[in-house]
């Protein structure tokens, strides 16, 4: 009983999964699962379909521990910040993936995402992409799919 525990645990109402708003009411509560039995990390993974009271995922698993996920607005800024002081070196260009998710969720905030790489960046050129569904690769985490996301590539 997936669909009505998740509106259990929401304290949505009992019509909340109607064929006019589920997808996108539950688009914001991406479920997480471990994807990998040595790491102790959820992988977010929206909510791709309701089947009765199944809910389907783009994904498997045998660990039978999840969660909800779900982030705000602030959340969504302070991502920005966190990401780009990571960097120990001043960039020269930069090349960034945000999940249409943040643009659809942020509205005219995302101008403020904008003033925050140029503030990180100063005068120096980037190039930011709207994707559906993103992906980063390092060679310690390997490729690990993403949900919500602001990734950056800054180069020096």
């Not at 260009?93 to 969720?105: A, D, K, M, W, Y």
């Amino acid at each position: 009983p997936a669909a009505s525990e998740l509106q259990r645990l929401l304290k949505w109402p009992d019509d909340s999964f109607n064929d006019d708003t589920w997808y996108k009411t539950t688009y914001y509560f991406p479920i997480g699962f471990h994807v990998d039995d040595k790491k102790d990390e959820f992988h977010p993974r929206i909510i791709g379909a309701i089947y009765g009271d199944s809910l389907v995922t783009v994904i498997s698993s045998k660990d039978p521990r999840g969660c909800i996920l779900t982030i705000d607005g602030r959340n969504l800024l302070k991502a920005i910040d966190d990401n780009l002081q990571s960097f120990s070196f001043p960039p020269r260009f930069g090349l960034i993936s945000s999940c249409t998710t943040r643009l659809e969720t942020l509205g005219d905030k995302v101008f403020y995402e904008q003033e925050q790489i140029k503030k990180y960046l100063g005068n120096n050129p980037f190039i930011e992409f709207y994707v559906g569904g993103e992906s980063t690769y390092s060679p310690e985490k390997g490729l690990t799919f993403a949900n919500i996301s602001f990734n950056s590539a800054l180069f020096g």
